[in-house]
């Protein structure tokens, strides 16, 4: 019986090998995700801190600005930034729960569970 089985598995896995990756990924992903995240939090950190470096360096050179003001611009230049993006997708959360909220034919205290958890989350993963 373990024959078939691996003879199986090797069967979808010749024929579907994306897939099959995406889905092992995401099983690790999802058992592992106390690690992975911070990891993944860490790398995109650094990366950050490598492009502020050199537009910074760039803006020094190119317009003689000293490190003190490259930083200043930098910083009210993420704020704007971010700024914008927070408000693009809070935008979209609440569209997308309006839309929720005609299609959903249920109770009114479960849409408005539906809504606070929308919106929850929204402002949980900006925070």
């Keep these: 019986m373990p024959i078939h089985f691996l003879a199986y598995l090797s069967a979808v896995w010749c024929q579907n090998k994306r897939t099959v990756s995406f889905a092992v990924l ?5 058992l592992f995700s106390d690690t992975f995240l911070p990891i993944i939090g860490h790398l995109l950190h650094i990366l950050l801190e490598i492009v502020e470096s050199i537009l910074e360096h760039f803006l020094e050179s190119a317009f003689g600005m000293s490190e003190r003001q490259a930083q200043i611009t930098l910083f009210y230049s993420a704020v704007v930034i971010i700024s914008y993006l927070s408000w693009y997708f809070v935008c979209k959360a609440y569209l997308a729960v309006q839309n929720m909220w005609r299609l959903i034919k249920t109770k009114p ?3 408005t569970i539906i809504i606070f958890g929308a919106f929850g989350a929204t402002f949980y993963i900006f925070s």
């Design 26 to 30: 995401l099983g690790l992903f999802l």
């Design 109 to 111: 205290w479960f849409k």
